[in-house]
């Protein structure tokens, strides 16, 4: 990585639940995803 890198910027985690006109088959993928391309800062969080 070329500096300066600010971490965060990549998210990922397993589908848990979809709204209403979204395929049911996304419910438990993997999914991964780059937020910058929209100017998103990133994010971080979890669930216990």
């Known amino acids: 990585m ?3 890198y600010v971490p965060g910027n ?3 985690g397993k589908v848990i639940s979809v709204g209403e006109g979204v ?3 996304w419910v438990s993928r993997y999914v991964v995803t780059d ?3 929209r100017g998103g800062s990133g994010g971080y ?3 216990p």
């Open 2 to 4: 070329t500096p300066p």
């Open 23 to 25: 395929d049911p088959g």
């Open 35 to 37: 937020t910058r391309e």
């Open 45 to 47: 969080a979890s669930r």
């Open 10 to 12: 990549g998210v990922a």
